[in-house]
């Protein structure tokens, strides 16, 4: 089997450290609550764009905040890994453990991906409690992704120099119920980053009220 799929870990002689703070000491002191805000979409939709311009956002107003973009983390954490099924499926596990430690310090990470794979992204939400994850929908549709092809991916795949490109030659599976949807055709960035920050308060008032 191959040691990136593995379900059973290979690691031996480890044990799991627990922080000697609680949740809510690191939450009073931040002055949050960590959360994993996940977007998902077509390549083109503007996930990446909409999560780097919420983060700022968020930062200026005095929030912990921090982006895990796809291209950025391959040229990385996942490098080793290509565009099939699997990896797809092995990139994503990866990054879900990393936004996990990030949501367990008390930050506001924002995950822009793909992610094509409605099992998948339900295996990376499972890694969370129900208040620390949120899925948001970049519904961007397909032809304005591809018109707007910042990267020149899907001429490439239109082309045949690509295989397995989602949207194109592999599918892609729009979430069934997102905590958010997002469609960035022919609207101002400010104002999706206006819908997406008024989610992310919301969850940051409802621990502060709880």
């Known amino acids: 089997m191959d040691k990136h799929r593995s379900k059973k870990s290979q690691s ?5 450290h ?3 703070l609680t949740n809510g000491e690191r939450k009073q002191a931040l002055g949050q609550s960590g959360v994993a805000v996940w977007l998902t979409g077509l390549s083109g939709s503007g996930k990446s764009t909409l999560a780097m311009a919420v983060e700022r956002a968020l930062v200026l107003e005095g929030f912990f905040a921090a982006v895990l973009d796809g291209d950025n983390l391959r040229h990385g954490l996942c490098g080793d890994l290509g565009f099939t099924v699997e990896d797809r499926a092995e ?3 990866r990054v879900g ?3 996990g430690l990030f949501v367990d310090a008390g930050a506001i990470v924002l995950c822009a991906f793909v992610s ?3 099992e998948v992204r339900a295996q990376v939400r499972s890694r969370f409690s129900a208040d620390t994850f949120i899925e948001v929908y970049v519904s961007t549709a397909l032809s304005v992704c591809e018109s707007r092809d910042p990267k020149g991916l899907y001429v490439r795949a239109r082309s045949g120099e690509i295989g397995d490109f989602t949207g194109i030659s592999a599918p892609y599976e729009p ?21 997406l920050m008024e989610l992310i308060r919301a969850h940051q008032d409802r621990w502060r009220s709880a």
């Not at 979430?175 to 819908?195: F, M, Q, S």
Request: charged share 30%; hydrophobic share 25%; aromatic share 0%.
């Open 12 to 16: 031996t002689n480890v044990r799991q």
């Open 18 to 20: 627990s922080s000697d």
């Open 91 to 93: 990139n994503i596990r």
């Open 97 to 99: 453990e990393v936004a």
């Open 116 to 118: 094509p794979s409605r």
């Open 175 to 195: 979430p069934n119920n997102p905590e958010l949807t997002v469609n960035t055709d022919g609207r101002p960035l400010e104002e999706c980053v206006a819908e």
